[in-house]
């Protein structure tokens, strides 16, 4: 028995694992409670609807293991999860979206800027050896992170970073050496 919160809870195991039928059905069922009381919260009917999606979505990854469907009073596990997102996000205000009503300006070159730009990419890739130049492209470009890139290419986290932390120093270099 594992203690969570003053309340015993079996741990669970390998067969206790749920499917998304399951999750989805616990999680809808406090749905509706759960965003007024954010909307509360919040004050914001969109910030809630952002907040219960985000809530949805942290605890989705996490009741693969059997989590929710299980829980004694899912309603009290699902709003500490939603309670916690929005201390978070009154923790660390940068992390949030702003909304605002301009749009950047765009000038127009001709081209030329993404021209030049795509040009010093390819010299600076051709620089590299297949492994880094992979690395670097679904790290840095397609922002995948070192786990998934390393699914990817059949290779350790760990291989990746280091493949990538080479490439890094041989394209400064590079850079160094042009400039």
């Known amino acids: 028995m594992e203690t969570n919160g003053g309340m015993c809870a079996p741990a669970p195991r390998e067969d206790d694992r749920v499917g998304p039928g399951e999750f989805d059905a616990a999680f809808t069922a406090d749905m509706p409670?759960?965003?007024?009381?954010?909307?509360?919260?919040?004050?914001?009917?969109?910030?809630?609807?952002?907040?219960?999606?985000?809530?949805?979505?942290?605890?989705?990854?996490r009741d693969r293991a059997g989590g929710l469907a299980r829980q004694r009073h899912p309603y009290a596990y699902t709003c500490t999860v939603a309670l916690n997102l929005l201390r978070d996000s009154w923790l660390h205000p940068s992390r949030r979206e702003r909304a605002t009503d301009r749009?950047?300006?765009?000038?127009?070159?001709?081209g030329?800027?993404?021209?030049?730009?795509?040009?010093?990419?390819?010299?600076?890739?051709?620089?590299?050896?297949?492994?880094?130049?992979?690395?670097?492209?679904?790290?840095?470009?397609?922002?995948?992170?070192?786990d998934s890139a390393g699914e990817r290419l059949g290779a350790h986290r760990g291989t990746v970073q280091r493949n990538r932390m080479r490439a890094l120093a041989k394209m400064r270099a590079a850079l160094a050496d042009r400039g």
């Open 33 to 61: 409670r759960l965003r007024r009381r954010l909307l509360a919260l919040t004050g914001n009917p969109h910030d809630a609807d952002d907040l219960l999606q985000e809530t949805y979505l942290r605890l989705s990854r």
């Open 103 to 110: 749009l950047p300006e765009a000038g127009w070159d001709g």
């Open 112 to 146: 030329l800027g993404s021209w030049e730009a795509s040009v010093t990419a390819r010299a600076l890739l051709s620089v590299l050896s297949p492994k880094e130049a992979a690395a670097v492209i679904l790290v840095d470009l397609e922002g995948l992170s070192h």
